[in-house]
């Protein structure tokens, strides 16, 4: 797997309207796939990214630089606050 995948953000979410996980990468536009499973939708998406990238280096076109592990980081900064400092000596 192209160490490159890796640092994507993906999304992965169920619908019920088409009754199964539909897996995102909202960095690269149009870039998604379904699975009957979360794990399935993974690996798909998975997939996609490796020939979306391949296909955009082909076509030349602008390849967007990952910011997976940031958005995480941003996330979880709104989910979890950070710890407040610690006095000594009171």
């Given at each position: 797997?192209?160490?490159?995948?890796?640092?994507?953000?993906?999304?992965?979410?169920?619908?019920?309207?088409?009754?199964?996980?539909?897996?995102?990468?909202?960095?690269?536009?149009?870039?998604?796939?379904?699975?009957?499973?979360?794990?399935?939708?993974?690996?798909?998406?998975?997939?996609?990214?490796?020939?979306?990238?391949?296909?955009?280096?082909k076509e030349g076109r602008k390849i967007p630089k990952p910011h997976?592990?940031?958005?995480?980081?941003?996330?979880?900064?709104?989910?979890?606050?950070?710890?407040?400092?610690?006095?000594?000596?009171?």
């Amino acid at each position: 797997m192209n160490c490159l995948l890796q640092k994507y953000a993906i999304e992965i979410f169920y619908s019920k309207d088409d009754e199964g996980y539909i897996a995102v990468v909202p960095e690269l536009p149009e870039c998604s796939a379904f699975g009957e499973s979360a794990e399935e939708a993974l690996e798909e998406v998975n997939i996609a990214m490796e020939l979306w990238l391949k296909t955009a280096k082909k076509e030349g076109r602008k390849i967007p630089k990952p910011h997976g592990k940031e958005l995480l980081r941003s996330f979880c900064k709104e989910l979890v606050p950070a710890p407040r400092a610690h006095r000594t000596g009171v």
